[in-house]
Every structure is written in structure tokens, then in C-alpha cells.
């Protein structure tokens, strides 16, 4: 099979790379094993890419460990910046492309890819100007030695990401990884490998050395296991579900102790107090779950309502979440597109099924959106209780429970009821309610009057089985770096 092929899209027409990129060469999987990508509008396979097995893992982790013993060693900290801020002029000067790859293999509106695309160039050079930024300190423990710190690479990382923000995750993990000097072994969710394929063009053309960034197409089982379990890999970052994350700490334990970070799965609260702007805090909470059809791991899943509210509130929501406009990610105006593959639609499914069955009240939705692609209309179910599945697990799609709650003790104990802790909402507007619940909540992120908010310069991660470790903002350049103490005795003449 071909290296590279055209694809056209009803916005442009472009060259697509199909191979693994190890070394900054497209190349084929040792095995030969192809698969395809589907089109979550049409369900039709948009194009075969070339499958990374654990050989090519093998073949990536090498170069990756060549290159950070090498040319990357030498290569200053203001370059590996400005390698990154090249990055980001080259995704912007792209932008068409790279939106029209994602609405094609993920099925996001093309309005909403192209906010990804900028906020990836954001990320991007965001940790470009903290690559000649990063520095140590100097302890002064007595006067008869000299002590420092140095923030030295971790190595070779290891990089495995989901489908809901493919080109997003992609960005959220390299860009700190190789601003601090590591290189890295990436694989791409095998739902969704085409728009990091197509930036690797890029990252050729912005003038990485070779190996610096590795991408492997191919599946959790075969490649991801083997970056996991990988004895050359010195640090894991995985974004994906709870479950897959307990594996990736297990493999990590059971191989080399590579260091880990995990951002998982959630199923976070979204409250609104009494004295909330109830168009504002509707506006928000539709955003909070709907937003990327639900397929975030820190969506607004769980709406508790104060009971003095509650029916008005239902009301509005209701209205909003069917001016929704779901359809064709082709569609500037699109809003929601198809889910991202027929797995998860069935998934999510099976969630209003059981809903329905255990006997929650579907205020609006509850079914398939038209006859054709994995589309599901925005659901919003009322009248649960904290025993449903629907209420209780991460359904990772347009699917939402809007509950009552009487006081602000019962929205605490009530957001706080589950084993997941990655972000939650509160719509108030007083200040003192807004800080109180804040601190009452176990979560990551609090967006106070906002969701869904996420910024690069914000840490993002979880409490709970949520995760491990912080991504984005400051805080993550300590995941890719491991510190160094030399202490120097002085001589006394
Ligand atoms: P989802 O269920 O939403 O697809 P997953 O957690 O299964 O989420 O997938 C997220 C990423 O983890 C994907 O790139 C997938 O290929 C990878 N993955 C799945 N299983 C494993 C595994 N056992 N080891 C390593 N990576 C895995």
C-alpha cells in the first residue's frame, strides 16, 4: 500500500500521509498490517493508514533514544522554543487542512476543529517560550559546600492519546515533552490517525531532527500495551479511559517503573445555585455537556439544580439543547456532529436504553439523530436517581441527568458522590457560594459562571480516580523533567 494519498474534502483537497513516522520518514508497519479509518458522518472508511505493532514501537523507541542522545542533546533550549513556535506558524498557515482532517475522522464541526487547530498552535508556542525558561535552583545548606539543582529531560517518553481532541491531545503532549529536551514515541487513537500524520509533514518541515517525534498509528492492545510495558521508554503520558489507565500503571510496574501521568474519565457535577443568571448558567451547562457531542472526559455530565429553580431552569435548558444544531461537520454552523464511531454509539445507546428502562424521564432527545452516520440527539434525562447507571457511570456522550438538590450542603455531598474528581461547575452570582463550594469540591478544575473553558496556561487533571498528574500550564513541565541535586564540598583554601 501507497505512503500517501489524496483525499478531498468539501474544504480542500490535500496530500495524506499513510505510514508510521519514525525518524522523519513515513514508513510501513514491519508486519504490513493496514487498517481503516471511518467517516463517523457517512460510516464509510475514508482511507487505510499503515499499523504500528510493537516492532515499530521497538523501531520508533530506538530512534527516539538516538536522537536524545544526539543532535537533540545539542540542540539549545532557545532552538527546541523556536522549533515549537515554527510548529505553530506551520498548523496556522495549514489551518483548513488540518480542521477538514479532523471533521473528516472525527466527525467535530469544521468551526470547532478550527478553534482546536488554533488553541494546538496556542499550546504549542506557549511551551515554546518556556523552553529556555527552565531552570533549577541554588540551596545554600552551610558555608562549606555548594549545592544546586538541575531540571534535566526524562528521556524517551512514551505518548498514547484518545479520539475526542486528536489533533488538541497531540499538541498537550508534545509541547511540553520536547520543551524540556525529551523526545517521544506518540501513538494516535485508532479512530482518529489522520490529523497527527498530517502534522508530521510539519514537524519535518519546521526542522525537528529526526526521531525527535515519533507517531504510530495502531491499536491500544498491540502498540499502546507496548509503550507501556516498554524497558526504553523512561515516562508514559496517557490520556483515556479509567480503566485502560489502571492498566497502563499496572504495565508500568511490572516493566521498568517508567514514570506515569493519566487523565482520565469523569463524571462531573454541574451546579446551579438559586441566585445564578439562569440564561448564563443555561448557556453553559448546555456547553458544558454538549460541547464536542459529549465526548470530553471533563463534560458538565451531572446538572444539580437548586429546587427553587428547578422547573424554570428545565425549561430553558430544553430549549436551548434542541436549538442545538446537529449535523453535517461539513456545516460551518454545526454545533454537534456524529459521534465518533459506531462502537461509542452504541455505547451511549445502550446508556438511554437503560435510562429509559430504569424509569429517568427524557425531557428532550433520547434517540438517533437522522438515518444516517453515528449521530445522537442531545439527551437530556430528568426525574433520576444516584442509583442509575446514567447518573453514576461516564457515558461519554450528548446524554445528560439534571437532578434537585435544597441547600448547598446537598449539592456538595451530591457533586462529591462519585469516584471521579476531574472537574465541576457552579452558577452563582455570589461570589462568597462560588468560593465555599469551590473548596468543598473534589475536583481539578472548578469553573465558576463558565464550562468547558479549558486554556493552556490552566493545569488540567484529576482527583480521584481521575488521574495522575497535572497536563498544560506550568505544572506539567515537572512531569518531563526529572531533577538533579549536586551538592559540591568546598575545600577550605
Ligand atoms: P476509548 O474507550 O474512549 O477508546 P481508551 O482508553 O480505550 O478510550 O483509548 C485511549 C487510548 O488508549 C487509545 O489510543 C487506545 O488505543 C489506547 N489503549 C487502549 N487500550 C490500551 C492498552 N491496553 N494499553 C495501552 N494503550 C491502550
Excluded at 27 to 50: C, M, Q, S, W, Y
Excluded at 299 to 317: C, P, Q, T
Excluded at 330 to 352: A, C, H, K, L, W
Aim: charged fraction near 20%; hydrophobic fraction near 40%; glycine fraction near 10%.
Amino acid at each position: 500500500m501507497a505512503l500517501f494519498q489524496t483525499i478531498e474534502t468539501p474544504l480542500v483537497t490535500y496530500e495524506q500521509p499513510l505510514g508510521l513516522f519514525i525518524n522523519n520518514d513515513f514508513v510501513k508497519g514491519v508486519d504490513g498490517k493496514t487498517f481503516e479509518t471511518i467517516n463517523p458522518h457517512n460510516e464509510k472508511p475514508i482511507v487505510a493508514v499503515h499499523e504500528g505493532t510493537a516492532k515499530d514501537v521497538d523501531l520508533a523507541v530506538t530512534a527516539a533514544r538516538k536522537a536524545l542522545e544526539g543532535e537533540w542533546k545539542h540542540t539549545t533550549p532557545s532552538k527546541r522554543g523556536h522549533l515549537l513556535l515554527r510548529l505553530a506558524d506551520l498548523l496556522e498557515r495549514d489551518i483548513n487542512t488540518v480542521a477538514a482532517i479532523e471533521a473528516l475522522d472525527n466527525g467535530k464541526g469544521v468551526t470547532e476543529a478550527k478553534g482546536d487547530v488554533t488553541s494546538s498552535a496556542g499550546c504549542l508556542r506557549y511551551y515554546g517560550g518556556w523552553a529556555d525558561k527552565i531552570f533549577g535552583q541554588t540551596i545554600d545548606t552551610d558555608s562549606n559546600s555548594f549545592t544546586y539543582t538541575q531540571h534535566e529531560p526524562v528521556g524517551v517518553c512514551g505518548q498514547i492519546i484518545p479520539w475526542n481532541f486528536p489533533l488538541l491531545m497531540f499538541a498537550w503532549k508534545i509541547g511540553p515533552a520536547v520543551a524540556t529536551g525529551n523526545t517521544v514515541v506518540l501513538k494516535t487513537a485508532e479512530q482518529t490517525p489522520l490529523s497527527a500524520l498530517y502534522v508530521a509533514t510539519l514537524i519535518k518541515e519546521a526542522g525537528f531532527p529526526p526521531g525527535v517525534i515519533n507517531i504510530i498509528s495502531g491499536f491500544g492492545r498491540t502498540a499502546g500495551a507496548a509503550i507501556a510495558t516498554h524497558m526504553d521508554i523512561d515516562k508514559v503520558a496517557f490520556t483515556g479511559s479509567t480503566l485502560v489507565g489502571r492498566q497502563i500503571l499496572r504495565d508500568a510496574a511490572n516493566s521498568n517503573l517508567k514514570k506515569v501521568t493519566l487523565e482520565l474519565g469523569g463524571k462531573s457535577p454541574n451546579i446551579v445555585l438559586p441566585d445564578a443568571n439562569l440564561e448564563d448558567a443555561v448557556t453553559w451547562v448546555n456547553q458544558g455537556i454538549f460541547f464536542n457531542h459529549g465526548q470530553c472526559c471533563c463534560a458538565g455530565s451531572r446538572i444539580l439544580v437548586h429546587e427553587s429553580i428547578y422547573d424554570e431552569f428545565l425549561a430553558l435548558f430544553k430549549k436551548r439543547a434542541q436549538q442545538n444544531n446537529v449535523g453535517n461537520p461539513f456545516n460551518p454552523e454545526t454545533f454537534q456532529g456524529p459521534q465518533v464511531s459506531q462502537v461509542q454509539y452504541d455505547r451511549i445507546m445502550e446508556y438511554i436504553t437503560d435510562g429509559k428502562r430504569s424509569g429517568a424521564k427524557v425531557i428532550t432527545g433520547g434517540d438517533r439523530h437522522g438515518n444516517e452516520g453515528y449521530y445522537i440527539q442531545p439527551t437530556i434525562f430528568a426525574d433520576v436517581n444516584e442509583n442509575m447507571a446514567i447518573v453514576k457511570e461516564e457515558i461519554f456522550g450528548p446524554v445528560c441527568t439534571v437532578q434537585k438538590f435544597r441547600d448547598e450542603k446537598e449539592a456538595i455531598i451530591m457533586a462529591n458522590e462519585t469516584n471521579y474528581g476531574l472537574a465541576a461547575g457552579i452558577h452563582t452570582t455570589n461570589i462568597n457560594a462560588a468560593i465555599r463550594v469551590s473548596k468543598a469540591i473534589k475536583a481539578g478544575t472548578i469553573w465558576v459562571n463558565n464550562y468547558n473553558t479549558l486554556h493552556y496556561q490552566m493545569p488540567f487533571g484529576g482527583f480521584k480516580e481521575s488521574g495522575l498528574g497535572r497536563e498544560l500550564g506550568s505544572y506539567a513541565l515537572e512531569n518531563y523533567t526529572e531533577v538533579k541535586t549536586v551538592r559540591v564540598q568546598l575545600s577550605q583554601s
